[in-house]
């Protein structure tokens, strides 16, 4: 019997077809005959390189006894799950930066990896050590050398200041 949905959200549905069929002593190949569908399809999802499709979900529901949309559903928990990581890669640790910093705009708008250039810019001349610390983590040092070599001037000294502290350059 397959878990309940809210028990296994966000992993690959290969991943728990491969188990259901280790628990039953079946081979891919097997259960692609079973519903009528390629070998290679069923090689495929079980090895992460291909999402379910409804008809797939409706096939193998059938097989193992469950709602038609389970599968389906189980697949996009997983693709729900790789855009969010996605998207938390494409931010910095928010709590380790004051929203004082970006008065002059909408913090929860900043498009980071866009704007870095400015960001980079505005957190060195402002930033105490743990905003400038969350900035070395998120970008890089080298992204954050490359960026500072593009930036003319700079009329505050903690610019210059944080660069040489914390090894920059």
């Known amino acids: 019997m397959l878990p309940r949905l809210n028990k296994i959200k966000g992993i690959h549905p290969g991943t728990l077809l491969r188990w259901e069929l280790n628990n039953r002593n079946l081979k891919g190949s ?50 729900v799950k790789l855009v969010a990581e996605s998207e938390i890669k494409n931010t910095p640790n928010l709590n380790n930066i004051r929203k004082v910093l970006f008065w002059d705009t909408n913090f929860n708008n900043i498009d980071w990896n866009k704007n870095k250039k400015a960001v980079i810019q505005r957190i060195l001349e402002r930033g105490n050590k743990t905003e400038i610390n969350e900035l070395i983590l998120f970008y890089g040092r080298k992204t954050i050398s490359k960026e500072i070599k593009s930036i003319k001037k700079s009329h505050l000294p903690s610019f210059e200041k944080n660069i040489i502290e914390h090894n920059l350059k």
């Open 30 to 79: 097997e259960l692609a005959d079973a519903i009528g569908e390629h070998k290679q399809t069923i090689s495929a999802i079980l090895n992460k390189r291909r999402a379910i499709n409804p008809s797939l979900s409706i096939k193998l529901s059938k097989e193992f006894k469950t709602d038609n949309d389970y599968f389906m559903l189980l697949q996009a928990s997983y693709d």
